[in-house]
Structure formats: structure tokens, C-alpha cells
């Protein structure tokens, strides 16, 4: 199968242009896998709103490249919004980043993304590390639907609840979970959704330590029992009718 015709990637036409906003996919643990397109547009963007400058500020240092930082995370993100819809019509260039992967995706973004479609201001993906597509694409679990959730709530009682509800979906159900629950999550899918539901947990994805536990909920939660549970881990449980 022949590719496609490339389109013109010269670096004029690839740079920040004024007015824009790039929402940018940064690697969410190795760092070849940003791509030439994300760092020209860091390297000319007027701006870089991020999670946390101090983790931006080292990728960018580990990059070379010295940008000013506009803080743009949860605690602030409505305000942040409209601060960065002024620099946005003023013809400022604004690059979207995350702590890791894509902005927007379980991350901050939305509130920025949204500002400016409702003000016809030009929004551009920078596609790139997206930890979700990694797992799904390399867990065996079926990818032709999916539920992305995000994370779900910390109390017990919200988590059983959802998982109940989502009992008999007829796709795979998809998340995101911290280190400090992800055993704890583990259990209650057992407990609830059945030892033989199959599951994939993955964690430190494109990392030195990166680890998938692919099977039956009872034996992932004792495989997992094993491991450091450093690092934030993606979730992915397969519809009940679903072998491995």
C-alpha cells in the first residue's frame, strides 16, 4: 500500500502562528516519542500554559528550549482560561501542554479549548503520547468501542455504584488510577464484576519499569500484589462475555 502524499513540513509552515492555540502531546515517559512537530511549535510558541512549570521547565530545558510558562492546572483553570483567550486575540501564540500525554484527557485543557471555539479562535492538535491509545492498543482487550472514564471517585460506595452500572457493556470500560488506590480498585472489581472478568492493568507505560498484567481480575489483583505500585496506572476491563 503506497503512503500518502506528505504535505508541505517545512518549518515556516509548521511554527506557531500568532492567534493560535496548539493543544500539545507531550511524552508520557520517554522522551523520543515527542514528536518534531510538537517541538518546533514549543520552540515558537509566544507561550506555554502548563500543569507545572517546574515539570514543563524541565522538559523544555532537557529540550533546549527556554519559552515563557503560563501556570494553567485544575485549581486555576477557569480564570487561566480567559487570561489565555486575552493573549489569544492580542495575536499571541499559546502552546497547550500537560504534565504528560495529551491535554484536555482526564488533564487540564477543556475550559482553554472551549474559550476559544466559542470565540472562533483557531484551536490546533499537536497529536502525540496519549497513555489511554498505548494501552488499549497493546493490551489484547477488544478496541472497537471503548468507555474512557477517567478516574473514578475515591469513595468505595461511587466506584461499586459505576461498576454495577456498567455491568453488561457491551465494550471495554477504560481509566486512569493513582498508585495510592489502585489496589483498592483492583478488590472491588473482583468483588464486584467476578474473579474471571478480564482485566489489564498497566503502569510506568513507555517507561524503564513498564509492566502489563493482562487476565482474570483474581489473578491480576495477585500479580499485582507483587510489584511496587509506584506510578500512575491505566485501567482496562473487558466486556463480560469477552476470552482472553
Not at 29 to 50: I, K
Not at 123 to 129: E, M
Not at 184 to 200: H, M, Q, S
Amino acid at each position: 500500500m503506497s503512503l500518502p502524499a506528505p504535505d508541505d513540513d517545512s518549518a515556516a509552515r509548521l511554527a506557531a502562528r500568532p492567534g493560535h492555540l496548539y493543544v500539545v502531546a507531550t511524552p508520557i515517559g520517554n522522551l523520543a516519542d515527542l514528536s518534531e512537530r510538537a517541538r518546533l511549535v514549543l520552540s515558537t510558541a509566544d507561550l506555554v500554559a502548563c500543569e507545572d512549570t517546574r515539570t514543563t521547565g524541565a522538559l523544555l530545558t532537557r529540550l533546549g528550549l527556554h519559552r515563557p510558562l503560563f501556570p494553567y492546572h485544575d485549581h486555576n483553570e477557569t480564570a487561566a482560561a480567559e487570561q489565555l483567550l486575552a493573549r489569544l486575540r492580542e495575536g499571541k501564540s499559546v502552546a497547550l501542554v500537560s504534565d504528560a500525554g495529551t491535554p484536555a484527557i482526564s488533564d487540564p485543557g477543556f475550559r482553554a479549548v472551549r474559550a476559544c471555539r466559542r470565540a472562533g479562535l483557531p484551536v490546533v492538535p499537536i497529536p502525540g503520547a496519549c497513555a489511554l491509545a498505548a494501552v488499549l492498543s497493546a493490551s489484547g482487550l477488544p478496541s472497537d468501542g471503548f468507555l474512557f472514564v477517567g478516574f473514578l471517585p475515591p469513595k468505595t460506595s461511587a466506584r461499586v455504584a459505576f461498576l454495577e452500572k456498567y455491568r453488561n457493556f457491551d465494550y471495554t470500560l477504560a481509566f486512569y488510577e493513582s498508585c495510592h488506590r489502585i489496589d483498592k480498585f483492583a478488590a472491588e472489581i473482583v468483588a464486584t464484576l467476578g474473579p474471571d472478568r478480564v482485566v489489564c492493568l498497566a503502569k510506568e507505560v513507555t517507561k524503564l519499569h513498564e509492566t502489563f498484567l493482562v487476565g482474570p481480575a483474581a489473578e491480576v489483583e495477585q500479580r499485582l500484589a507483587k510489584l511496587s505500585l509506584k506510578g500512575e496506572f491505566v485501567v482496562l476491563i473487558a466486556p463480560a462475555d469477552f476470552v482472553l
